[in-house]
């Protein structure tokens, strides 16, 4: 059960990064990559894909809201 699992979200994000390299600034599909990510238990590209969603989105960095 795990292996598939872990194939399933595999091939979600083979397709996730190609819908984001046709449109790099669509927050909502970067969002769901770093679902993905988490999901996998990749939490770097996780935290680099929610990033470039709150980019995408004109949203502050994490980092930048909590220096506050």
Do not use: C, M
């Amino acid at each position: 059960y795990r292996h598939r699992f872990h194939l399933l979200f595999s091939a979600a994000t083979k397709l996730l990064l190609q819908a984001i390299a046709d449109d790099p600034s669509d927050a909502s599909l970067l969002r769901f990559l770093g679902r993905t990510y988490l999901q996998l238990g990749d939490i770097a590209s996780a935290n680099a894909a929610f990033d470039r969603a709150d980019k995408a989105a004109g949203a502050e960095s994490v980092e930048a809201r909590l220096d506050r």
